[in-house]
């Protein structure tokens, strides 16, 4: 049986050796570190987040800024990555819209997981009833075609919510019931454990068996799942505004740049309208899913500490 970390250290000072103990922090960095993809990821993700956050100030023109006498102009010394059907600059914009669209998957993403968690915690722990009407209402949703379901409820909102906060909304609706799934089957497996049958025993409140000593470990599938969470959120943006039923314009995000791409004449003859947008959203959702597996790797408990 392993020694606690107080008693190795005691031993070890009355013996005459300092002895150094990993921590928990300690052995999860040096698994990460080792996913060499991971870190690349790391890297492209934080890339991305510095110059959409920088935009106003390495952007080369004004975002909103139409020039009549400059539409669909191919890339130039003046304009990089040309400019749309209105004249606006297509850099400048695309620097701009990966504020949009990377905040709509973070917080989408802080949306799905905060009704998930509390709603499956609730149903993992009390069971019974309560856990047959979440997990039903769950199913209820799950039961959709995601995409339907998303159209209706953005078609729905009322246009006095800005479009960008009415797609984050939607989104994180949408997609709790996996997080609740994914928190019940762990409060399931853990309401069997001894220290839960112990804190139950001194009279631990369900408050505070929930989130003191259930909820924290349960953190690591939890942080796996948000992180992969934002890649698919990304892409569900890219869709509805796609659709014209996300973010609309004249705020830029990824998806709706990519509506430029709507006829032949532009697929064929304009890729400086399009290629871009897709390129971004590709790298974006490449890096957080390779963030994502690397942080699957490193939290997985199954993995020797060496």
């Known amino acids: 049986m392993a020694l606690p970390e107080q008693d190795v250290r005691e031993i070890g000072a009355l013996q005459g050796h ?87 998957g973070v917080v989408a993403v802080a949306v799905s997981i905060s009704i998930g968690t509390l709603l499956g915690a609730v149903a993992g722990y009390v069971g019974g009833w309560v856990d047959n009407i979440i997990m039903r209402v769950a199913d209820i949703i799950l039961s959709f ?53 112990a804190g139950r025993a001194m009279g631990a409140g369900t408050n505070r068996m929930i989130f003191r000593h259930m909820l924290p470990n349960s953190v690591a599938p939890l942080i796996v799942s948000a992180t992969l969470g934002v890649a698919g959120a990304i892409l569900t943006e890219s869709a509805l505004s796609f ?40 790298v974006a959702v490449m890096a957080i899913n390779m963030v994502g597996d690397g942080l699957r790797d490193a939290l997985d408990p199954r993995l020797k500490n060496d």
């Open 145 to 197: 075609p995601l995409l339907v379901l998303l159209i209706v409820l953005a078609s729905i909102i009322p246009p006095a919510i800005p479009s960008h906060y009415a797609t984050m909304a939607v989104i994180g609706f949408v997609s709790w019931p996996g997080v609740a799934r994914l928190v019940r089957g762990e409060f399931l497996s853990l309401r069997e454990r001894e220290f839960v049958e």
């Open 18 to 104: 300092r002895v150094e103990v990993e921590t928990w922090g300690r052995i999860f960095w040096r698994r990460f570190r080792r996913n060499r993809q991971a870190l690349a990821g790391c890297a492209v993700l934080l890339f991305l987040i510095a110059i959409s956050v920088g935009a106003p100030w390495i952007a080369p023109h004004d975002r909103d800024y139409a020039d009549l006498t400059k539409i669909e102009l191919p890339p130039s010394r003046e304009h990089p990555l040309g400019t749309d059907q209105i004249g606006r600059d297509n850099l400048t914009r695309l620097l701009y819209a990966g504020r949009i669209s990377l905040l709509v």
């Open 243 to 282: 659709l014209g039923l996300g973010v609309q314009p004249p705020l830029p995000s990824w998806g709706n740049m990519l509506t430029d791409a709507l006829t032949w004449r532009v697929l064929a003859m304009k890729p400086w309208l399009w290629v871009p947008p897709g390129i971004m959203i590709f």
